[in-house]
């Protein structure tokens, strides 16, 4: 299916009728709902022991005010964390009956602590500001970026949805708006991503906005936080790994879902260092979806969740230097030699966004098939259908004997069935760009050209040792699409147009000019003189091939030997 290049009307005309913008008008019904759910979750969890649970989270607070204090930390965080400490120290003189009591009640503050510091707000005016700014920015910016005269800096003869490629059944996913609370699972390559997926959405696809949650780092910037606080975002302090914490995160998450508020998390839980797309999915993010639909059916209601997997597309990323480097650290250990790194700001981003628009990049959107929490496909009414195309009711599958009621193992089994489906669907929805394809090919075709080597010592190589013959690059570069075009044809996978509109030298002048062209070093340059393809950055070659490493296409096709001996003496010839 092509890529839309239409704007589609909002779904909801007036941000009033939001269902996030009806959520934060009751904001404090919102942490009420959560500290009970947290607090009754957590007094069946641990019982009588839970001077023993507040002990070690006391701990973990106090060592990081120590180790990591950020001056976005509530006040006088320090002076609560050692007041609960004393209490709870001396709960321990008294009968297990009012110990327990006790303990409960600092149970229930330290929860209420985390919901007031956690939930968000949504605020009309912030929003219809920030859509104005975005537009008028992104706009100016483009005009501007592509060679506009200075005058016209302000005219807005190009259009913005042209850079913003989005691709699946549009229609489909909008429908599902009328049907059931949405929750929006994309994958998570970049900083960027948050700012790009919710002004498509608006921007483009016409979509209400959603409840997501935001890094506390953040915060950190006066600026942000004003606008952040007013928008929807929830906020994620991922230093607090301590259980207490956790759960009051996953219960706001929940009874947002719980309450109709259409939602987005990123189930990998982090940026993909490697590039690679996301497989090991957080089970937790993902269970809370099935503790939320069972919630609702408890509850009496048949209102359905509706997830929707989504993939993200970008020529360059932001950070993929920092990201491989930190990626191969991981992995390569001793055997890897990192460079220096610089920190993420905000003239970065600002260069990137320049980037972007002056070198007529793209962001890809790839929605997959809307699903319910347990996998199943959903038609136009949202109903569930098996593989058969039989209709399925998924309340039965929570229900025992007629009753709705919680089982934890049961559900821990639909969450993994939940998670293969999500994985299944970004790959299948997963949109190949051309620099995509120009960096697998290179990089496939290096290890090849040095096989008694592992990665991180060809990635110390000179560049004349990461030399490809521009011939071979292009046949070899022309097998891998022919194989890539039969998996299109079985809907394995989504090319981008360019694949099909221009020829294979053509595509891969496309990839070549577009690939990582934020970097001060692009990772691969053609040599017309020599006609040879270069890696300049064999690290980010292979960050940009690792887009396409789960596919193990290179165990697909028949290399021609001939020519990577050719590739190989060529090298010998050079030295």
């Not at 859509?131 to 060679?147: C, E, P, Q, Y």
């Not at 935001?214 to 929807?232: C, D, P, V």
């Not at 607090?240 to 009874?255: C, H, R, W």
Request: charged share 25%.
């Amino acid at each position: 299916m092509p890529s839309s290049t239409r704007i589609y009307p909002q779904l909801i005309p007036d941000i009033k009728d939001w269902p996030i913008s009806k959520l934060y008008q009751d904001r404090d019904g919102l942490i009420a709902a959560v500290d009970k759910q947290t607090l009754d979750f957590l007094l069946e969890k641990h019982g009588d022991r839970l001077g023993e649970l507040i002990s070690r989270v006391c701990y973990l607070e106090l060592i990081r005010l120590k180790n990591n204090p950020w001056k976005v930390d509530p006040p006088k965080e320090e002076q609560f964390w050692k007041r609960i400490r004393l209490e709870v120290t001396a709960n321990e003189k008294l009968s297990p009956e009012q110990r327990q009591k006790n303990n409960t009640e600092i149970l229930r503050r330290i929860i209420h602590r985390y919901t007031t510091e956690i939930a968000g707000n949504f605020k009309e005016s912030t929003f219809l500001f920030a859509r104005k700014f975005l537009t008028f920015f992104f706009k100016r910016l483009l005009n501007a970026a592509a060679g506009k005269i200075h005058r016209k800096f302000w005219n807005t003869k190009l259009e913005l949805y042209e850079r913003i490629k989005v691709h699946g059944d549009v229609e489909h996913v909008r429908r599902m708006f009328g049907k059931g609370t949405v929750v929006i699972l994309p994958t998570h390559h970049s900083n960027m991503d948050s700012i790009m997926i919710g002004y498509a959405l608006d921007f483009v696809v016409g979509l209400p906005s959603f409840a997501y949650g935001a890094g506390l780092n953040l915060y950190e910037s006066e600026i942000f936080a004003y606008y952040m606080s007013r928008l929807g975002a929830y906020k994620v302090d991922r230093r607090k790994k301590n259980a207490i914490y956790l759960d009051s995160l996953k219960f706001m998450s929940q009874v947002m879902i719980e309450r109709g508020t259409n939602s987005l998390f990123f189930p990998g839980g982090t940026r993909s260092r490697s590039g690679m797309i996301e497989r090991d999915l957080k089970y937790g993010l993902l269970n809370s979806l099935l503790s939320a639909q069972r919630s609702i059916y408890e509850n009496g209601h048949n209102q359905k969740i509706i997830v929707v997997p989504m993939i993200l597309g970008y020529h360059c990323t932001l950070e993929a230097r920092s990201l491989i480097s930190s990626h191969l650290k991981l992995t390569g250990q001793e055997k890897y030699v990192s460079a220096s790194k610089k920190g993420f700001k905000v003239r970065n981003l600002l260069s990137f966004a320049w980037k972007f628009f002056s070198q007529s990049s793209e962001f890809h959107l790839s929605f997959g098939e809307p699903m319910d929490v347990l996998g199943y496909k959903l038609d136009a009414e949202a109903n569930s259908i098996d593989e058969r195309g039989h209709k399925v009711d998924i309340r039965e599958f929570f229900s025992l004997h007629g009753k709705i009621e919680a089982n934890r193992q049961r559900e821990s089994v639909y969450t993994r069935k939940l998670a293969d489906k999500v994985v299944s669907n970004y790959e299948r929805y997963y949109v190949v760009l051309t620099s995509h394809l120009v960096a697998f090919t290179a990089f496939q075709l290096l290890r090849k050209m040095h096989p008694t080597m592992d990665i991180f010592a060809m990635m110390r190589l000179p560049v004349d040792m990461l030399t490809i013959p521009g011939d071979v690059f292009e046949e070899a570069f022309s097998t891998i699409l022919t194989q890539l075009k039969q998996m299109e044809a079985e809907k394995k996978i989504r090319l981008q147009e360019e694949f099909h509109a221009l020829s294979d030298a053509d595509a891969i002048a496309h990839g070549m000019k577009y690939l990582g062209s934020f970097h001060a070093v692009k990772p691969l340059v053609f040599d017309k003189k020599k006609k040879n393809v270069l890696a300049k950055n064999a690290q980010l070659v292979y960050y940009y091939h690792n887009h396409l490493a789960s596919f193990e296409i290179e165990n697909q096709i028949a290399w021609d030997s001939e020519n990577i001996q050719r590739a190989i003496d060529s090298l010998q010839v050079s030295e």
